[in-house]
């Protein structure tokens, strides 16, 4: 256990919608980070936040949206769905900003049908 | 421009096989880490290399460190079934979060 919570664990939904998941990161971590994973695939990199601020931004669409909260638990909107969202996202935790050690949730797997 | 290039993409071997990973860059990174992802489940972190040609051994896996810090290789010996996964190199560069490689897929056969 990474200490790094994902939640829902599957959702699936139809193109067009708009779906929230929610990440809560290891307890002490003030980072967390988002990827999303494509069957068969690596992990591309979508965004970055540490203690409540964007940090960084990778690949993420504009259709997409990120946010940490004070409590530093972080949520992914995706929203306008379309069939190629469907994949794995995780969520990683990590101390610092720095290249540390990142802690990674279960994941949550989307279907959009 | 993917900083980290992993090879091979895809492996697939029988058990008992011996194999070896690369982690391949232009860049130099103050430190490499590998991560192994099975099915269904998030990266977990393997191993942190720091020092240019730094050797690291966990059971039947050995890591290594390029000399210039550019490059890392992993190599299993006696491949298990509970080997098979995604195996996925990270670099730290400065002030940076970590990079992760293009991953290497690996399958091993009973």
């Known amino acids: 256990d990474s200490g790094v919570t994902q939640t829902p664990k599957h959702l699936i939904t139809a193109t067009g919608q708009r779906v929230t998941l929610r990440c809560s990161p290891r307890s002490g971590d003030l980072s967390v980070y988002w990827y999303q994973q494509s069957l068969d695939q690596g992990l591309q990199f979508l965004i970055q936040?540490?203690?409540?601020?964007?940090?960084a931004k990778g690949n993420i669409l504009e259709r997409f949206s990120a946010q940490q909260f004070p409590d530093l638990h972080s949520e992914l909107n995706l929203s306008s769905l379309e069939l190629g969202d469907s994949a794995l996202y995780f969520c990683?935790?990590?101390?610092?900003?720095?290249?540390?050690?990142?802690?990674f949730g279960p994941g949550t797997r989307l279907l959009v049908l | 421009t993917q900083l980290l290039e992993q090879s091979p993409q895809f492996l697939s071997i029988q058990e008992g096989e011996n194999l070896t990973v690369y982690c391949n860059s232009s860049s130099v990174f103050s430190s490499l880490q590998w991560y192994r992802q099975e099915p269904g489940e998030g990266p977990v972190l393997l191993v942190t290399?720091?020092?240019?040609?730094e050797v690291k051994k966990l059971k039947r896996l050995t890591f290594q460190f390029g000399d210039a810090r550019k490059d890392s290789s992993l190599h299993i010996t006696a491949a298990q079934p509970g080997d098979t996964g995604l195996y996925l190199c990270?670099?730290?560069?400065?002030?940076?979060?970590?990079?992760f490689g293009t991953g290497t897929r690996l399958t091993i056969i009973p």
């Open positions: 990270a670099g730290a560069r400065g002030n940076e979060k970590l990079t």
């Open positions: 990683a935790s990590s101390i610092g900003t720095s290249g540390e050690t990142q802690y």
């Open positions: 936040y540490y203690n409540g601020e964007e940090r």
């Open positions: 290399v720091v020092t240019g040609g």
